[in-house]
């Protein structure tokens, strides 16, 4: 069914409401912030997320800087903090075999990062 548009929160371009990754910039959840851990909705500002209590700002694990719900990879060092799944922007351990959400197959995804 043709969904309502609306703009994506990164790059502005519109994308169809239940996206769960943007066409337009590959950013994960471009309508909604989430909690990165739980999926729960989130609203911008909380440092920690209401629904499973894990903190929503945690430091880069290589250089220290605060890295928010939204930033997969650290803005100061590149640092990758989280892989998601291409499908349905779930988060996924670094070389998992599917996605735990949704079973999509990951092994094209880390082909596609060199890993
Ligand atoms: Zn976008
Ligand atoms: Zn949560
Ligand atoms: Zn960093
Ligand atoms: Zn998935």
């Given at each position: 069914m043709p969904g309502y548009k609306q703009a994506c929160r990164f790059c502005g371009q519109l994308v169809d409401e239940?996206?769960?990754?943007?066409?337009?910039?590959?950013?994960?959840?471009p309508l909604h912030a989430v909690c990165p851990n739980c999926v729960a909705p989130i609203q911008s500002?909380?440092?920690?997320?209401?629904?499973?209590?894990?903190?929503l700002v945690i430091p880069c694990p290589h250089c220290g800087a605060p890295v928010g719900p939204?930033?997969?990879?650290?803005?100061?060092?590149?640092?990758?903090?989280r892989y998601r799944?291409?499908?349905?922007a779930a988060i996924v351990s670094a070389g998992?075999?599917?996605?735990?959400?949704?079973?999509?197959?990951l092994k094209d995804y880390w082909r596609s990062k060199g890993l």
């Open positions: 239940n996206s769960n990754v943007c066409p337009f910039c590959g950013r994960a959840h500002g909380w440092t920690v997320c209401n629904t499973c209590g894990k903190p939204d930033t997969d990879v650290c803005e100061k060092c590149r640092t990758v903090i799944c291409p499908a349905c998992a075999k599917r996605c735990d959400r949704c079973g999509a197959k």
